[in-house]
C-alpha cells in the first residue's frame, strides 16, 4: 500500500507531537482539533493543512489517526455527516489512538468489514515526554495486512510498535498497563514517605535502587518531582480514573479481580476531591507525604 495523505485528529497533548512527527517525517498531514486555536497553532508550527470538521479533513486520507478522550469523543468524530466514516474513500485505514473500551474497537472494526474500511485500536503509552520524542509504545488490535500496512506510519512517533491480537487487543493491553501503573505509583509513593520519615537521603536511595529490583518508569522518571511536591508533568488524575473506570468495565466482563486497582482509584479519586483533578498521576504522593 502506497501512503500519500495521511490526517490526524485530536490534537491534545499526545496527538498534537504525534501529528507534528508525522509532518517531519514528510508524511502529507491534515489535522482537525475541535478547538480551531490548536489547529491554527499547530500548522504554524509543523505546517500542513487543517480542516473544520472531521470529514473534511478524512477526505482522500489513505490513514486517518485519531487520538481523543473517550469512547463518546470517538463516536462524535466517527459517525455524523460530517464524521470520518461518511466521508473517507474506500480501503481507508483508521487507526484509533484513543484509549477507549474493547467493545467500540470491535464495534467499529465490524463496521469497518461491511463499509469497506478498515479500523485498528493502537492506544499509547510512554506519556507527554514519549509523544514529544517519538518514542510513545503502540498497543495493536486488528488485523496483520492492515497492521503491515500502517507500521511505517505509527513509526514516527512509536519507538515499540506491537500487534497483540484481534480487534479489541490493542485496548485490552493497554488496561493492563494501567492497572500496572496505578500499582507502581501507589507502591513508589508509600515507599518514598517512608523513607522520608526514616529520615533518610531520598535521592541518594532513589539513584541505587533505581539501578536494581525496584526500577520501573515511573521511579525514573518521576521521583525527583515527587520529592519537590510537583505534580503538573503528564497524565492527569481525572484521565487516569477514566481509564481505570474502562478497566473495572472490562473485569466485570470477564471475570477478573482488580482488588489493589480499586483501592488506588478510591486514592485518586480523594485526590480528587482535593483539589487535583489535573494534577499526574504521581501526585498520590500527596496522601502519604507530611512534607
Known sequence: MKIQKVTFIGLGVMGYNMAGHLKKNNFNTTVYNRTPSVSEKWIKEFGG???KNPGEASLD???VCICVGRDEDLISVMEGDDGVINNIKDNTIIIDHTTASADIARKYYQQGKESNFSFLDAP?????????NGILSVMVGGDQEQFDN???VMSAYGKTIELIGNSGSGQLAKMINQICIAGLVQGLSEAMAFGKKANLDMEKVL???SKGAAQSWQMENRYKTMLK?????GFAVDWMRKDLSICFNEAEKNGASLPVTKIVDKYYEE???NGGSRYDTSSLMTLVDDK
Not at 229 to 233: L, N, S
Open 49 to 51: 493543512i487543517s480542516k
Open 61 to 63: 486520507a489513505d490513514i
Open 229 to 233: 511536591g510537583e505534580y503538573e508533568f
Open 271 to 273: 485526590v480528587q476531591n
Open 207 to 209: 539513584q541505587v535502587i
Open 150 to 152: 500502517v507500521k511505517p
Open 124 to 132: 499509547v503509552s510512554g506519556g507527554q515526554a514519549g509523544a514529544e
